[in-house]
């Protein structure tokens, strides 16, 4: 069984599910054409999963298989209960992305293809999976190097995409949640407050809050910021404010553009 199989099926089903609630409960009106975002995002979406799916299932499918079979990584060093192995292995994915997410904005080179990702004047669903084919491509890459590295389970791989899939939909959706919630579930999560902060014009904003999963990675690391007035969060890069220009084909040649702050 091919497992990267629940990666579509996990997006398309959370696209309906999430845009749908977003219909019923926004937290704030457009101020952009949302036709217009969703013309531009859907198609970088298809276009990624495509070539995440032809460039990368089969690989990371066999990774999982041969660790499994011959138990080599870091994970498979010293004896555990599964239970145990499997939990570090979601962790230690997460982790992975966490830091992946902060090189993203640290790094010039990785910043101007992440940049893509920023350059949305709104944010809700469909920003979830709007990226560069370029940086998919290294992503890939990372957590084919991260599975062989600790040696992940076959199993904290599925549990992490089930996560993972769901808790970018979620932070990233445009509905509005119950405030004391969303500050519980920040104590070990990512709420859609967090991550707005995170898509903010402000570079000290911005620069904060890159879990993906866990919160506990920005807290233990320094990297949270909360005190933040959501309603003043201007969505997008400052640099880029022309909507016009942020089309599909535009956004293809972002990252060839002069860089940005």
């Known amino acids: ?43 970088l979406s298809i276009i990624n999963g495509v070539l995440y799916h032809v460039l990368f299932a089969g690989a990371i499918t066999m990774l999982l298989v041969a660790t499994g079979r011959n138990e080599h990584g870091l994970l498979n060093l010293m004896a555990m209960p599964l239970v145990l192995r499997v939990t570090l292995g979601v962790l230690l994915l997460d982790f992975s992305i966490y830091l992946w997410h902060l090189l993203n904005h640290v790094l010039p080179i990785l910043w101007r ?45 599925l549990l992490f995409e089930i996560l993972v899939n769901l808790s970018i939909q979620f932070h990233h959706s445009s509905i509005r949640v119950n405030y004391r919630f969303e500050r519980v579930w920040a104590l070990l999560f990512v709420p859609p407050f967090l991550h707005r902060i995170h898509h903010s014009v402000k570079i000290r ?33 400052g640099s880029h404010r022309d909507f016009s220009k942020l089309g599909f084909w535009r956004l293809l040649l972002l990252p060839f553009s002069r860089a940005s702050s």
């Open 205 to 237: 904003e911005r620069d904060a809050n890159y879990g993906v999963i866990l919160s506990v990675w920005d807290r233990l690391l320094g990297t949270l910021v909360t005190d933040v007035d959501q309603e003043g969060i201007v969505i997008g890069i």
């Open 113 to 157: 293809f992440h940049r893509v990702h920023h350059s949305d004047m709104n944010m809700d669903v469909s920003t979830a999976n709007r990226f560069h084919f370029g940086e998919i491509l290294l992503s890939g890459l990372v957590r084919l190097a991260v599975i062989h590295l600790f040696g992940i389970p076959l199993l904290s791989y």
């Open 1 to 43: 069984m091919n497992v990267e199989i629940v990666k579509p099926l996990l997006y398309w089903g959370g696209v309906v599910v999430f845009l749908l609630l977003e219909l019923r409960c926004s937290y704030r009106p457009d101020t952009v054409s949302r036709r217009g975002r969703w013309l531009t995002n859907l198609p």
